[in-house]
């Protein structure tokens, strides 16, 4: 266990013990937040609220995430610092009156957000196709995540946020049986009548919570997870599910965006992150106990786009579930997808 001198921990001990900044604490154990809905849930304003921010960062109780126009916190992973807060909030009483109070609000506050969410994909959904083939080179991506998974057979795959059933319809041939889960009924609709062909009667779409699935553990030895992860509140959460899923030695393969500032985004489309690094990336698989692969990337495509949907950059990120000993995952033989698709 780490350690710090004492005067570290009455520093510590002094930015947490304030009301609104223990209430921050017992927040963000629910999760990452940003500064706007702490401060909504808290009823104070942004100014006041980032003071108190400012103390439990430089305590290092929290951790401040910069992005785009945005800043998000969170508690630390691991060391002192979240030592200290797990160990103050066992001793809070998280049922009393106050701190209920702020549960249900931002219960209430991230329920309002999901469904504006839900309303942009049902809005979306036909035209879905469309909107994603307009950030990059789809038919790159697509024959990238073909050679990266290579051929299988694979028992079987899960699809977390399957939207119209794209990447079914690419993968679902190297498998005995797949699944594709989805929050928009109306995407799952589109998803079911693009997968209707015979070819695909070992597919099922369903509807399901990338966060929090109903499949068994160890069941999957490949989940994808395309283009979902800038949508979620807490997408780590989402890795520590396709975790659960894989079986050992199972595949993780992730594709999204790395970090921009299209910051129209979260207005129009409803994204919750601006992208991800591949520190994040390799951040939620240590804490998920995934080992990191291979990462390509796909630079922002600079042609055929107008201004504004220009510059995004994508990445194929790659972990395994590895058995005891923990053994690196091999890039995977090269596959040509017009091969494949023969
Ligand atoms: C941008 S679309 C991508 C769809 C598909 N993976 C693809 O690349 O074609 C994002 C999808 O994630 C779904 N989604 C968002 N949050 C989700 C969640 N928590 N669980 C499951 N699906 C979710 C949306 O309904 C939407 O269909």
């Known amino acids: 266990m780490d350690k710090i001198y004492i005067d570290n921990m009455v520093d510590c001990l002094r930015a947490a013990g304030e009301t609104t900044r223990a209430r921050v604490l017992a927040l963000l154990s629910r999760g990452e937040l940003s500064v706007g809905e702490l401060a909504q849930v808290l009823g104070q304003s942004q100014p006041r609220l980032s003071r108190h921010m400012k103390f439990l960062t430089s305590a290092g109780l929290v951790e401040r995430m910069p992005e785009g126009a945005w800043v ?18 066992k001793l809070i009483d998280l049922e009393g009156d106050g701190l209920q109070r702020d549960f249900v609000r931002l219960e209430e506050i991230r329920a309002a957000r999901q469904k504006e969410a839900g309303e942009f994909f049902e809005r979306s959904a036909k035209e879905w196709d469309a909107i994603r083939a307009l950030h990059y080179p789809e038919a790159d991506i697509e024959a990238a995540v073909l050679d990266e998974i290579g051929q299988g057979p694979f028992e079987h795959i899960i699809d977390m946020g399957t939207g119209t059933g794209r990447m079914l319809s690419l993968i679902a041939p190297f498998a005995k049986s797949a699944d594709g889960i989805d929050l928009s009924h109306q995407m799952l609709t589109i998803a079911r009548s693009n997968l209707s062909d015979e070819k695909f009667s070992h597919v099922d ?25 800038h949508f979620l509140d807490e997408p780590e959460r989402a890795i520590q599910e396709a975790s659960r899923l894989l079986m050992p030695n199972g595949l993780l393969l992730v594709v999204d965006f790395a ?25 939620w698989c240590e804490g998920a106990g995934l080992i990191v692969g291979p990462t390509r990337r796909f630079d922002a495509p600079t042609t055929t786009l107008k201004q504004e949907q220009a510059g995004i950059a994508v990445n194929i990120w790659t972990a395994n579930k590895s058995t005891s000993p923990i053994v690196p995952i091999m890039p995977t033989e090269h596959l040509d997808s017009k091969e494949l698709n023969a």
Not at 211 to 220: D, E, Y
């Open 259 to 283: 970090p921009h500032d299209l910051e129209y985004l979260r207005r129009d489309q409803a994204h919750r992150h601006l992208g991800f690094s591949d520190d994040y990336f390799a951040d």
């Open 205 to 229: 779409v369903r509807h399901g919570d990338a966060t929090q699935t109903a499949f068994n553990n160890n069941s999957a030895d490949l989940v994808i997870i395309h283009q979902v992860l």
């Open 72 to 89: 998000f916190y969170k508690l630390p992973r691991k060391g002192v610092g979240r030592d200290l807060v797990d160990s103050i909030l």
